[in-house]
């Protein structure tokens, strides 16, 4: 099921050897109450490694994500909740000096019991801009 959501991102990236990196994200996906099955959230919390140059950087690493969200199986509809181990990649082009798009995603393994759906994959795809802080 694909739905609309709202996802502010903020992430932290150290350099920690020539262009290898170290990066710390949040990302926060709020699905608003406007479409069937009503509101959810969805927060992910990543570590990742990654490689930099001078317009870009790519990163990939383990996430862990929070979640209540709707959900429909086969026979029912609701809400789903828990938490989420699973895998995260994300490229940032910086198109305009500071300012530039990112496009990253996120495939988490929902597990536990639910009467609405057992054991799913969950793919969270964001593609926004980006602005670039950097300390020299």
């Known amino acids: 099921m694909t739905y609309l959501a709202v996802s502010p991102h903020a992430g932290i990236s150290w350099r920690i050897n ?3 990196l170290l990066n710390v994200h949040d990302l ?14 969805y927060n992910s919390t990543i570590a990742a490694l990654g490689y930099g140059w001078k317009n870009g950087d790519f990163s990939a690493g383990p ?5 209540f969200m709707p959900a429909c199986g086969s026979t029912l509809c ?3 909740a828990g938490m989420a181990a699973g895998a995260h990649t994300q490229i940032n082009a910086y198109i305009a000096g500071p300012l530039g798009v990112s496009v990253s995603a996120n495939v988490d393994w929902i597990g536990g019991s639910s009467l609405v759906i057992t054991g799913y994959v ?8 980006v602005l670039r802080w950097s300390v020299r």
Not at 122 to 128: E, R
């Open 63 to 67: 996430s862990l994500a929070i979640y």
């Open 18 to 20: 020539g262009n290898i």
């Open 122 to 129: 969950s793919v969270l795809v964001v593609v926004g801009p």
């Open 28 to 41: 926060l996906s709020v699905v608003p109450p406007i479409q069937i099955g009503g509101a959810g959230v």
């Open 78 to 80: 609701g809400h789903v």
